[in-house]
């Protein structure tokens, strides 16, 4: 498979558990954030946005919270499975929604 | 629906050469953006086209161009390769307004040797 990133963080979770993948971001006038997930080969896949009049969405075992006090934004995975083994980078917009500052992306390995 | 689709998924091109990558975007998305994605930079915005139109553009030379056609599908263009532009290239679409998300293609891996 094709590599995103040499020296990406990692986090390592057991099959069922829960997962917390925590990005910092840089502008304070960001006002709408993404996560996503890329595989091995694959281009980044839309995970949920959050707008940020909200400190809180929950997708399906997904949940993004957004502390803007601190300027940080997480990514909760429950019941963590091996397809969810994957690069995940957080996003933040800075002009029109397309254009869009990228993290530098943690890697998230899912042990049975 | 159909996703991105982009072509081809591999190219291998020499220094000093050009080279133009395809995008389709989603059935009705009107806005198509390209980025740039290495090991060393990430992922780093290159250009958003709308109704024909760059709308917005990042940090990259002249060398990088691009274009969008009536029907939304866009190519994107470097000239005058150099070593430093392998890299994979992926197109996104959004429907253009509001705070749509992005949603990429595969992508176009290039190598320059």
């Known amino acids: 498979g094709e590599s995103v990133g040499l020296h990406l963080p990692t986090l390592s979770v057991q099959e069922g558990d829960n997962s917390i993948i925590n990005c910092a971001y840089s502008?304070?006038?960001?006002?709408?954030f993404i996560w996503y997930k890329q595989e091995s080969g694959k281009g980044p896949q839309f995970i949920i946005d959050?707008?940020?009049?909200?400190d809180k969405r929950q997708g399906q075992r997904v949940t993004v919270l957004l502390n803007k006090t601190v300027k940080h934004l997480s990514l909760q995975i429950a019941a963590t499975q091996p397809g969810d083994s994957a690069v995940y980078f957080c996003a933040e917009r800075t002009g029109t929604a397309s254009k869009l500052t990228f993290g530098t992306g943690t890697r998230l390995q899912v042990t049975l | 629906k159909a996703g991105v689709t982009q072509t081809p998924r591999y190219l291998i091109k020499t220094r000093g050469q050009q080279v133009t990558l395809s995008c389709s975007p989603i059935?009705?998305?009107?806005?198509v953006s390209w980025y740039q994605q290495t090991p060393g930079q990430g992922l780093q915005f290159l250009f958003e086209y709308f109704s024909e139109t760059q709308r917005n553009k990042g940090n990259f030379p002249g060398r990088f161009s691009g274009r969008q056609f009536s029907n939304s599908r866009s190519e994107m263009n470097v000239s005058t390769l150099e070593l430093g532009d392998s890299a994979l290239y992926l197109c996104a679409s959004r429907l253009g307004t509001g705070d749509s998300p992005l949603h990429f293609g595969n992508g176009t891996r290039l190598t320059v040797t």
């Open positions: 502008n304070s006038a960001s006002d709408y």
């Open positions: 959050i707008r940020s009049n909200m």
């Open positions: 059935s009705g998305h009107r806005s």
